[in-house]
């Protein structure tokens, strides 16, 4: 399940996608998930929500056809989250007061009304975590941290370390994968040694744990020292005097993209709030 995880992995590829400047990429995914979170859930009838959730799921599988990235890849991000999703569809469907689907029995504790927040619930997390995944996929850790820079360069008259937080951020989404492979690692190690993970209630597999975490801080924390020492190394001083060996230039590949999906949502948002 650890490797199952696509966030802040990167892979190479020459579509649409890959070729698009990363601040336009950044900005359409906040644009993505505003929109996501925008649907009406009260919406009546009840087919408007769906029709909704419909629309952005078929944009969103026509941007994983044009990024080049395998659809059995990006759906192979929700399996970590699948109990999360479970948990929350079980949680609104008990939960949720309204129309009981059966008078009677343990049925009567299930709403209509909770079967369908549990249904948009589950997707808008799983379009949410595909959608943005997209992102990380796409674009290189270089060319992200030069996107979130440049978009936070207004700031920086302010006294926002634009150069630093952007550096931050895209570290933290760099070593994702390197401590993901680092605690499976860790784990079947530990399995070896006679470790069992699997067994047991929910508080003795959480102890369980516990001779995995104490490595793995140990190890992310040489990590940071060693990529701390490498950056010093290389007379790295923030932004100060920095140049690029590839500058950021906005073309008309970005405006086709930024045009479809910014027409695309906004007639969705109209359909929605206006009819």
């Known amino acids: 399940m650890i490797k199952d995880i696509t966030l802040g992995q990167y892979i190479p590829g020459d579509s649409v996608l890959h070729k698009a400047d990363p601040r336009t990429k950044i900005i359409l995914a906040f644009v993505y998930m505003i929109a996501l979170f925008m649907i009406k859930t009260n919406a009546v009838p009840i087919i408007k929500v769906y029709a909704g959730f419909a629309a952005v799921t078929f944009f969103t599988f026509l941007a994983i056809v044009v990024s080049g990235i395998p659809l059995k890849y990006t759906l192979k991000g ?7 999703i479970v948990f929350t569809m079980l949680i609104n469907i008990f939960t949720t007061n309204g129309t009981p689907v059966y008078p009677t029995g343990l049925l009567s504790k299930i709403t209509v009304e909770g079967i369908n927040t549990a249904i948009i619930m589950a997707l808008r997390l799983a379009l949410l975590i595909i959608g943005v995944s997209l992102l990380t996929l796409t674009t290189t850790p270089i060319l992200l941290t030069d996107g979130i820079e440049k978009l936070l360069q207004p700031f ?6 634009a150069h630093e937080l952007a550096m931050m951020m895209t570290i933290a989404l760099r070593f994702i994968p390197t401590l993901l492979e680092e605690t499976d690692k860790i784990m079947k190690a530990q399995s070896a040694r ?5 067994t047991g209630n929910l508080i003795q597999r959480a102890k369980s744990f516990i001779p995995v975490l104490v490595p793995l801080f140990v190890s992310a924390f040489r990590r940071a020292d060693e990529l701390a020492t490498a950056m010093e190394a290389r007379c790295y001083r923030g932004s100060m005097g920095r140049t690029r060996m590839r500058q ?6 970005d405006a086709v993209i930024a045009s479809v999906t910014c027409m695309f949502f906004a007639c969705l948002l109209l359909l929605q709030y206006a009819i």
């Open 156 to 161: 920086k008259k302010m006294g926002l370390p």
């Open 78 to 84: 929700l399996k970590p989250i699948l109990v999360i």
């Open 194 to 198: 006679g470790a069992d993970f699997d």
């Open 248 to 253: 950021l230039k906005l073309g008309g590949n």
